[in-house]
């Protein structure tokens, strides 16, 4: 190989780390939108076209993606994670939401032993916002805070692991509230997590896994009626 593609090959190795690297010390999440290709460039000290590669190599890998005219995000937080992205849709709704039942059940029985006022105080401004927008009838502002308060139970586990198998699950369970949230938009009756919140705030765990599983039974039962 001759010395300028190999010392342009490990350019290139280099930009894959260091982005790696950002994605990894949670400063870039699942869903940001990182820098551009020009901002990249000059913040890592390298031209364009290798930054580009490095990016596409990502895209390939299943860590970012690329969209035309919006940019470039953050698509999971591993090889395994975009692997995992990539069989999810492939998969039916009701597999889906048996995945997400899965790790929320365990979530909130962790989040109500290892919860702390940050976390409880997180959970009630996204519970806040969530009823909020229920009662507005404002679906796109529900799903995001429903998404949102599942992601701070979650994040109440302190268990890293579990959060990056969430982040990686993200959409799936994002495209679960929204197809749950729409299909019945004029009910007065939504899928209520006030118990759950108590649950958690009491620290009591086998009430928190009692609730998760019922929220979660429920939304299993609406996904079989369509």
């Given at each position: 190989?001759?010395l300028?593609?190999?010392?342009?090959?490990?350019?290139?190795?280099?930009?894959?780390?260091?982005?790696?690297?950002?994605?990894?010390?949670?400063?870039?999440?699942?869903?940001?939108?990182?820098?551009?290709?020009?901002?990249?460039?000059?913040?890592?000290?390298?031209?364009?076209?290798?930054?580009?590669?490095?990016?596409?190599?990502?895209?390939?890998?299943?860590?970012?993606?690329?969209?035309q005219?919006?940019?470039?995000?953050?698509?999971?937080?591993?090889?395994?994670?975009?692997?995992?992205?990539?069989?999810?849709?492939?998969?039916?709704?009701?597999?889906?939401?048996?995945?997400?039942?899965?790790?929320?059940?365990?979530?909130?029985?962790?989040?109500?032993?290892?919860?702390?006022?940050?976390?409880?105080?997180?959970?009630?401004?996204?519970?806040?916002?969530?009823?909020?927008?229920?009662?507005?009838?404002?679906?796109?502002?529900?799903?995001?805070?429903?998404?949102?308060?599942?992601?701070?139970i979650?994040?109440?586990?302190?268990?890293?692991?579990?959060?990056?198998?969430?982040?990686?699950?993200?959409?799936?369970?994002?495209?679960?509230?929204?197809?749950?949230?729409y299909?019945?938009?004029?009910?007065?009756?939504?899928?209520?997590?006030?118990?759950?919140?108590?649950?958690?705030?009491?620290?009591?765990?086998?009430?928190?896994?009692?609730?998760?599983?019922?929220?979660?039974?429920?939304?299993?039962?609406?996904?079989?009626?369509?």
């Amino acid at each position: 190989m001759p010395l300028a593609s190999t010392r342009r090959t490990g350019l290139v190795d280099q930009v894959i780390s260091q982005l790696r690297a950002q994605i990894d010390s949670g400063e870039w999440r699942v869903g940001d939108r990182i820098p551009t290709e020009s901002e990249l460039s000059e913040q890592l000290e390298v031209g364009r076209n290798t930054v580009r590669e490095a990016v596409r190599a990502l895209a390939h890998a299943g860590l970012l993606e690329i969209r035309q005219g919006a940019g470039t995000f953050i698509r999971a937080s591993s090889e395994l994670g975009g692997a995992l992205r990539r069989r999810l849709e492939r998969s039916e709704l009701r597999e889906n939401l048996e995945v997400r039942r899965a790790l929320e059940m365990e979530a909130a029985r962790l989040a109500a032993v290892r919860r702390t006022d940050e976390d409880l105080a997180d959970i009630d401004r996204a519970m806040a916002l969530r009823d909020a927008a229920w009662r507005e009838k404002d679906m796109g502002a529900f799903v995001e805070a429903d998404f949102t308060f599942h992601r701070a139970i979650v994040n109440a586990t302190h268990n890293t692991l579990l959060v990056d198998l969430y982040d990686d699950i993200a959409q799936a369970v994002y495209e679960s509230i929204a197809h749950t949230a729409y299909a019945q938009p004029e009910s007065d009756e939504g899928i209520d997590h006030a118990g759950l919140t108590e649950a958690v705030r009491a620290s009591d765990p086998d009430l928190a896994l009692r609730e998760a599983a019922c929220y979660l039974d429920e939304l299993m039962a609406r996904a079989g009626e369509d």
